[in-house]
Each structure stands twice: as structure tokens, then as C-alpha cells.
T-cell receptor, first 113, second 116 residues
Framework: DSGVTQTPKHLITATGQRVTLRCSPR?????VYWYQQSLDQGLQFLIQ???????AKGNILERFSAQQFPDLHSELNLSSLELGDSALYFC????????????FGPGTRLTVL | AQSVTQLDSHVSVSEGTPVLLRCNYS??????LFWYVQHPNKGLQLLLK??????LVKGINGFEAEFKKSETSFHLTKPSAHMSDAAEYFC??????????????FGSGTQLTVLP
């Protein structure tokens, strides 16, 4: 158990809808990272927040947004969902700003029908 | 820009025989390199990391990797495979080529099968 929790475990929704994925980092970790894992794209970095501020941005679509709250938990919002957004979404955390060692949550499996 | 290539998408070994998972990287700056493992329906777990200290890095569960700058490689090895090693393995590179903040770039993964 990495200490990173993600909810929900599974999410099934329809195209055009909006969903929110939630992540709680390990106790004491200030950075939260979001990743998307799909069969065709592999594991892709989406975005990093450090102590409430956006730190680094990867291949995140404009339809997706994230934030980190004062208690350090983070939410990833996915809107105008398309079939191609079906994937595993992972959250990871690390103590500092540099991604030297990340601790991954179990993931949220999103299915868009 | 940084990139990482895992040379084998699938590797099969017999239990008790050595494991070699190959990784080549490209980086404009001094990189940090990692190996992560993902068991079925689980998140990723860090096996080991290289951050410009010793070039031979020892990790958990008997795995180790050697950083070879001249070959731009960071291959993962284990002397004797165990059934519990069956999983997907990701080679990861991190440098400053994306700007002031380091980002991780993941390889496409190598699925390791261990045969009894």
C-alpha cells in the first residue's frame, strides 16, 4: 500500500458528460501528479501540482483540468468526454517539487460509453 | 527533449534464470532514471533510481540497473527470476529539457512472463 488513495475505483459514463476524479496524497507529500494510461498511448504525464500551485504540465487536454486544495488533496476534472478518454487515471505523490520518487495510487478506471 | 525506449515489449524467462530488461534513453541534460513495476490491476511501484551517484544501482526484490552514459542505456537485471516478478516494467527518464520543472517520461513498458 503506497499511502495514496484514489476514488472512485471505477467510473462508467457517457460521451459528453463530465466527471471528477479524486486523489489524496501520502501524508506529508506536497506534490500530486496525474497520469493517463491507455493501451494505445501508454502512460502519459498530465499535470503536477506542488503545494497548491501548478508546477508542470504535460499532455493534458484543454477539456481536462485539475486543482490541489489546501488540505493537499487533488481533483482531476474531465469534461465533454469522448470514447477515447476511456483509460486508467493514476495519481501519484512525492514529498517535494522534483519527481525523484513518486508513490502511485491504485488508479481510477474510466469507461466512456 | 527527453525520451526513453524499451527495446522489448515482452520478455519470457524460466523461474530461476536471469532477467534482462533493456532500456535506452535520450536526454539533453543530466538525467535521472528510474525503473517502476506494475502488477496487474495495481499502481506503479518504484524499483530503483539513478540520480548521478553510483552508476550501479540496487533496488528492491533483488533487481539492479547500471547507468552507462556512453551507451545511453539503463538496463534492469536480476540474477534469478521468481514467479512473483511477473509484471510490467517501465523505464523512466527525468531531466530539465521540459523547462524549469522536471517531468517524467515513461517508456512503453516491458511485460515480463516467468515460466515455471
Amino acid at each position: 500500500d503506497s499511502g495514496v488513495t484514489q476514488t472512485p475505483k471505477h467510473l462508467i459514463t457517457a460521451t459528453g458528460q463530465r466527471v471528477t476524479l479524486r486523489c489524496s496524497p501520502r501524508s506529508g507529500d506536497l506534490s500530486v501528479y496525474w497520469y493517463q494510461q491507455s493501451l494505445d498511448q501508454g502512460l502519459q504525464f498530465l499535470i503536477q501540482y506542488y503545494n497548491g500551485e501548478e508546477r508542470a504540465k504535460g499532455n493534458i487536454l484543454e477539456r481536462f483540468s485539475a486543482q490541489q486544495f489546501p488540505d493537499l488533496h487533488s481533483e482531476l476534472n474531465l469534461s465533454s468526454l469522448e470514447l477515447g478518454d476511456s483509460a486508467l487515471y493514476f495519481c501519484a505523490s512525492s514529498p517535494g517539487a522534483a519527481p525523484n520518487e513518486q508513490f502511485f495510487g491504485p488508479g481510477t478506471r474510466l469507461t466512456v460509453l | 527533449a527527453q525520451s526513453v525506449t524499451q527495446l522489448d515489449s515482452h520478455v519470457s524467462v524460466s523461474e530461476g534464470t536471469p532477467v534482462l530488461l533493456r532500456c535506452n534513453y535520450s536526454s539533453s541534460y543530466s538525467p535521472s532514471l528510474f525503473w517502476y513495476v506494475q502488477h496487474p490491476n495495481k499502481g506503479l511501484q518504484l524499483l530503483l533510481k539513478y540520480t548521478s551517484a553510483a552508476t550501479l544501482v540496487k533496488g528492491i526484490n533483488g533487481f539492479e540497473a547500471e547507468f552507462k552514459k556512453s551507451e545511453t542505456s539503463f538496463h534492469l537485471t536480476k540474477p534469478s527470476a521468481h514467479m512473483s516478478d511477473a509484471a510490467e516494467y517501465f523505464c523512466v527518464v527525468s531531466d530539465l529539457s521540459s523547462g524549469s520543472a522536471r517531468q517524467l517520461t515513461f517508456g512503453s513498458g516491458t511485460q515480463l512472463t516467468v515460466l515455471p
